[in-house]
């Protein structure tokens, strides 16, 4: 046992440029776990500056010097920045406490809806027990409703200030000194690092590609679901268009879960009829424009993954890094996935040799 174990470690480790590659996947890792909440405006900061590096580049090949490319940038992102605070969150958050205001109402059109079941249903659940979870239901929802409303259920409002102040200096230096920060980065690092490297420079294009296709797919989808709402005339069209435009987030199940609130919403709303029916149609509509068309479109350079692994992923960083691990749940994936194959392996011959031997 422990010859096979010695054997199994020089072939994995007995190469110092895996080692390298070991020890800076294990030092990451550990950061982000242990210090990821002190350092969320950092790494917010991090990726909303990778996010517009992009575009500093792009204006750089157009001849334009750095250092104005970067300013044009960074006044544009505080501009974003500043719409979204007080154009689209007062908003969100408008309807979101209209939304826990009207929750006594759906929550009686519940109640009532259960109520004419038929009663071949009333012999699989008694009545007690169909009012019991409603009842749960009702006290949860508008608990859960309370705490998004409220400040304090997001974070503190101090917090928010800092963070807020602290996020667009960090992602203006980030931009401003990238090569500075760079390289003094690299400093520390070991020379003889070429595996590592090779690693890195297919996740970065991977997980740059990604981010930016998929940020813009938010946007898109969110956008083009107000609009669709709006003309539809739904209630808390703002606060439904942001929960389609995240659930491209999660992929196969976050467009089925979204369907819950917009189908109740146009249900109360509209009752059973042909303005529910055109609700529903738009947003499978533009469910399967998503999925078919703008897609394949941002995300044709990125490496596909098996539904299999994808829904791992979600499931495993999301655990562990809450909102963020989900949104980074491809990316780390395609990461493990470039590590996989990179790392040395035995031929197949020993392979081969090996499970025979062990049979």
């Known amino acids: 046992m422990l010859a096979q174990i010695r054997e199994w470690y020089d072939r994995n480790f007995s190469d110092p440029q895996v080692v390298i590659l070991a020890i800076l996947l294990v030092f990451g890792a550990l950061v982000v776990v242990l ?5 969320a405006p950092i790494l917010a900061s991090l990726i909303i500056a990778y996010l517009l590096e992009a575009v500093v580049q792009r204006l750089q090949r157009l001849g334009i010097g750095r250092l104005p490319s970067v300013l044009f940038v960074f006044v544009v992102f ?19 406490a209209q939304a826990v205001q009207a929750l006594p109402g759906y929550i009686r059109g519940i109640q009532e809806m259960l109520a004419e079941l038929p009663e071949l249903s009333r012999e699989i659940v008694t009545e007690q027990q169909v009012q019991f979870m409603v009842n749960n239901l009702g006290s949860e929802l508008t608990r859960y409703g309370s705490q998004l ?28 000194d990238k090569a500075v920060i760079m390289a003094w980065l690299t400093s520390y690092l070991p020379r003889n690092r070429d595996l590592a490297t090779s690693v890195w420079h297919e996740v970065d294009a991977q997980i740059g590609n990604y981010v930016r296709g998929k ?29 389609v435009g995240f659930s491209v987030l999660i992929p196969y199940i976050g467009a089925a879960v979204v369907t819950i ?4 919403v146009a249900l109360f709303q509209f009752g059973p009829g042909a303005e529910l029916a055109w609700v529903l149609i738009a947003y499978t509509i533009i469910q399967a424009l998503d999925g078919n068309v703008l897609v394949p479109i941002l995300f044709s350079e990125v490496v596909s993954l098996h539904p299999v692994a994808i829904i791992a992923a979600v499931l495993v960083f999301g655990g562990i890094w ?38």
Request: hydrophobic share 70%; no cysteine.
């Open 261 to 264: 609130p917009v189908g109740l």
């Open 78 to 96: 505080l501009a974003a920045l500043l719409l979204i605070l007080f154009g689209i969150m007062p908003m969100i958050t408008g309807q979101l």
């Open 149 to 176: 409303v409220s400040v304090s259920g997001v974070m503190s409002l101090v917090a928010l200030l800092i963070f807020l102040v602290l996020m667009p200096i960090l992602v203006f230096f980030f931009l401003k």
């Open 35 to 39: 210090l990821g909440r002190m350092l």
């Open 322 to 359: 809450g909102f963020w691990g989900v949104f980074f749940a491809i990316p780390l994936a395609t990461l493990v996935n470039a590590v996989l194959r990179a790392w040395p392996r035995a031929p197949a011959e020993t392979r081969t040799a090996e499970a025979s031997a062990a049979d």
């Open 215 to 243: 940020v813009l797919e938010i946007l898109i989808v969110w956008i083009v679901t107000f609009v669709v709402f709006m003309l539809l005339d739904l209630q808390f069209a703002m606060l439904l268009s942001m929960l």
